[in-house]
């Protein structure tokens, strides 16, 4: 197991340069396969997700090169192999193999995916939209044989905006004869993304970052280069950080637009920060922040992905904040290991109550999920003492260098083997 040991009580001043947004680069890694020629991603966070994509680009017997922050893929020698059940549970985004290979094979096998517990996370839209493409499903225990004659565009509306969903209907639909149109689809940034760089192998989708989203078939794609975006919930995290202890904490290669709900929020509560083109610098602020209410929705609402660390500045505002998870079933999994640290949060149904502001002591506390993970290590560098977080697994797989670069800053933050 991994832990990381975090010293905490100091400020942090520097830079932070922020990588490829691991929610974009999950789903280009099996996107590439689309076509049989070579594409290139550049921007590519080094972290476990991308490995584990890596490992079934090789299960299908795809070429891959990675270097530093890219990755050349080839898949002109590939098969369309069953994905493994314990390459399919690696992680959650395993499921763009099934709208991908169902794209360019009219077959895909595979399991149901694993990632952060965090609630449910039923794939039935995902399904319901290959099925309108022309394909049948079938579900045997956790394994799915998703297979179609031919796939013919349709109209699709999905009941909820998943992005998910959204990105693996485009997948599966960019060959498919004719025309797709998804409505209610899912506009986070990511999907855009997506939908460019597919657009860079020659697919025709318009629409990417509205709800409805248009996509006219193409037969063949061809090679591409392509850059993946900068993280928008990585930059958050750390713009948090520098929140809670920042002294100048510039946080580079950021798309300002892409993070505006935080942003917002931060001044409302009086976090003192500056805007630059492509970076955002927290400056210290007082002791004298304002409590809040945050409710999570799809973008451009509040990010579920930051509600975790961001419930951790609020341990520091002045009075009872508030909240409001609304995407997933169980995300408050950090609060009992907050509280443990000194806060004061009560959870009600989908709603945390947090009395602030309190003090936290370190003690032994646990990743339960990514975001949770990177909320115990915002809480740790301010907590005082050593606090150590076990299960540290769980913040590599969307992290990429996560101690080097809050030790570049100052932090006394160590990863450990046991
Ligand atoms: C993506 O998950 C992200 N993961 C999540 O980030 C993120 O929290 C989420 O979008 C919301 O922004 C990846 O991109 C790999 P959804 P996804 O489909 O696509 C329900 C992180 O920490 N739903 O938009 O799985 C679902 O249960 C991770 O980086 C169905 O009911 O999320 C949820 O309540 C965690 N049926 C809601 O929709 C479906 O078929 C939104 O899920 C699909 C989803």
Known sequence: ??????????????????????????????????????????????????????????????????????????????ENVE???????????????????????KKAVMYFPGGCSIGERPIDLHLKGFEALGAKVTTEKNKYTVEAEELKGANIYLDIASVGATINIMLAAVKAKGITVIDNAAKEPEI???????????AKITGAGTSTIKIEGVEKLHKCFHEVIPDRIEAGTYIIIGALCGEMLKIDNVIPEHIDPLLSKLEEIGVNFEVGR????????????????????????????????????????NGMSRVIETIWENRFMHIPYLNQL?????????????????????TSVAATDLRAGAAMVAAALIAEGKTKIANAEHILRGYEQIVEKLVSVGARIELKEI
């Open 192 to 202: 855009v993304n997506v939908a460019t760089f597919l657009n860079n192998m020659g």
């Open 83 to 105: 994905i493994t059940e314990p390459y399919s549970k690696k992680l959650r985004a395993s499921y763009y193999f099934m709208g991908a290979l169902l794209g360019k094979y």
């Open 278 to 317: 492509d970076h955002i610098t927290v400056l210290e602020s007082g002791n004298d922040l304002k409590s809040t209410t945050v409710k999570t929705a799809v973008f451009p609402g509040f990010p579920t992905d930051l509600q975790q660390p961001f419930t951790v500045l609020l341990t520091q505002a």
């Open 342 to 362: 000194g806060s004061r949060i009560v959870v009600k149904n989908q709603t945390a109550e947090i009395v602030g502001p309190t003090k936290l002591t370190a």
């Open 1 to 78: 197991m991994k832990i990381i040991e975090i010293e905490g009580g100091k400020k942090l001043t520097g830079t932070i340069r922020i990588s490829g947004a691991k929610n974009a680069t999950v789903a280009l890694i099996p996107a590439a396969i689309l076509t049989d020629e070579e594409a290139t991603i550049c921007n590519v966070p080094e972290i476990t997700d991308t490995e584990a994509l890596c490992d079934i680009l090789e299960l299908l017997k795809v070429k891959v090169n990675r270097s530093t922050e890219s990755v050349v893929i080839n898949p002109s020698e590939m």
